[in-house]
């Protein structure tokens, strides 16, 4: 017997008690949605977190599982397991389609949630810059299972490779460019370089990893561009020892899934483009033009509230804010997302007692970047360093960074075997079944709405 679930977009969605106090909801569980979460729980409020995924994925770390060096587990943790002894705040895993504001209710594939405070925090997805043949070609890498991608399709290239007997008809499939020089960027291709000097020979010793090619483009000047001058000389060091080639001032034009087309240059023959290029905020139906920039991030006030409305809030890399010494907004990282969200929660918290709102304030506490084993940049508001120490510093800040003890413990082990071995022992392709498409709608990962 086979059951199919129906949700009703129009109906409420079901086995959501009334609220006793005032009802927030909350879209988005990356670090700024979960942070609030977290900081109100056990309040008066009624708080509902809707996330398309029911894990909160720690993207820091992705490029980590996409070059088989920590399992989806390790940075990915249970939403719901967070809020075990917390019966404020309920869970639903929703898609958000829309917000009508009128009557200050929200629209969701499972239906609709009406709310007395909204906090949008649905983060920022990929930038193709409007080109369509990228989008389509390409593999970007902003969640859990499009690293997991990333994974099998580079195993898979090599399982394809090590059976084709032309060479030259081996060298696409064995390429790899990646595009973007920022942080996701530079590890990318520091973490696929190592794997090309020190494990791959040994999985396919009949594969001559002397006609792979690493190649990292960048459209400016300089890698890492949010770091100071000499971290990003010796960023551009390391990724070099590594063997990558680095292509500075470098457009790329198009892509159709086997050539990179570059602006000026020859082109480049892979099967394999990893797209780390930018990111531009997630988009709903419901906010007016005149409350978007023109990136398409949401215009919000000293307090994180958007502009024109008294009840909605958005928070991270969503917004943008400014302020004295960020007169065009934060920067889109993690550390703003956190920063702001603890804020509101604090001025929300605030609202229960009556007292007054705390404008934000952004302390930046510093970059940093890792390239390979021993090779990582620092930066931190007085001193700047490179090299072992930093590199055992943001091992360090990012294992504390990830929520639960068995995640850091799981992380740390394997950090430990890799740096003992340098062989990663995750190298499996799992590829997903076939799936059909009355079971789809579960099955297969949501979009994020995009006008």
Same mark, same amino acid.
């Given at each position: ?46 708080? $509902? ?30 939403? !719901? ?69 990333? +994974? ?16 030259? =008809?081996?060298?696409? $499939?064995?390429?790899?460019? $990646? ?16 794997? !090309?000097?020190?494990?791959?020979? +040994? ?14 483009? =960048? ?77 398409? +991030? ?6 994180? +509230? ?16 400014? =302020? ?128």
């Amino acid at each position: 017997m086979t059951f199919i679930m129906h949700l009703s977009e129009n109906h409420p969605i079901p086995n959501i008690p009334q609220p006793k106090h005032k009802r927030i909801v909350i879209v988005g569980a990356g670090f700024a949605g979960l942070k609030i979460a977290q900081k109100i729980a056990h309040s008066e409020y009624q708080v $509902i977190l809707l996330d398309k995924n029911n894990y909160h994925q720690f993207q820091p770390l992705l490029y980590q599982v996409a070059t088989a060096a920590l399992s989806p587990s390790a940075v990915s943790f249970p939403l !719901r397991r967070l809020f075990h002894k917390t019966p404020n705040v309920i869970f639903r895993m929703a898609v958000v389609r829309e917000i009508d504001k009128v009557n200050k209710t929200i629209h969701t594939n499972l239906g609709t949630i009406q709310y007395d405070i909204l906090i949008l925090s649905q983060g920022a997805n990929t930038n193709y810059f409007g080109n369509q043949n990228i989008q389509k070609f390409c593999a970007p890498m902003k969640s859990t299972s499009e690293a997991l991608y990333i +994974r099998n399709k580079i195993i898979s290239n090599y399982e394809r490779a090590v059976n084709i007997e032309n060479e030259d =008809e081996r060298k696409p $499939i064995m390429n790899v460019v $990646i595009v973007g020089g920022g942080a996701t960027g530079v590890e990318l291709a520091g973490s696929i370089a190592e794997l !090309r000097n020190k494990v791959l020979p +040994r999985d396919y010793p009949q594969l001559s990893f002397k006609n792979m090619r690493v190649i990292l483009i =960048e459209a400016s000047g300089s890698l890492l561009n949010g770091l100071t001058p000499k971290s990003r000389d010796k960023a551009l060091e390391y990724v070099k020892k590594l063997g990558v080639e680095v292509l500075l001032n470098t457009m790329v034009e198009d892509y159709d899934g086997l050539t990179v087309k570059l602006k000026g240059q020859e082109s480049i023959k892979t099967l394999t483009l990893l797209w780390a290029a930018g990111i531009k905020a997630n988009s709903l139906i419901g906010v007016d033009d005149d409350q978007k920039a023109p990136n398409g +991030r949401l215009l919000v006030d000293e307090f994180n +509230r958007l502009v024109k409305e008294q009840d909605i809030y958005v928070v991270g890399d969503q917004c943008v804010q400014t =302020e004295e010494k960020f007169p065009k907004g934060h920067p889109q990282v993690a550390q703003v997302a956190i920063q702001q969200a603890a804020n509101l929660a604090k001025n929300l918290k605030h609202d229960l007692e009556a007292k007054p709102w705390k404008p934000f304030k952004y302390n930046d506490l510093g970059s940093m970047a890792t390239i390979g084993k021993k090779m990582a940049v620092v930066d931190l508001p007085f001193v700047s360093f490179q090299g072992s120490f930093a590199w055992f510093v943001w091992l360090f800040v990012h294992l504390m960074a990830i929520l639960g003890v068995k995640n850091k413990l799981m992380v740390f082990l394997t950090w430990s075997w890799k740096y003992l071995s340098f062989d990663p022992s995750l190298r499996l392709l799992i590829r997903p079944r076939y799936v059909k498409d009355f079971k789809r709608q579960w099955m297969l990962e949501e979009k994020d709405y995009e006008d």
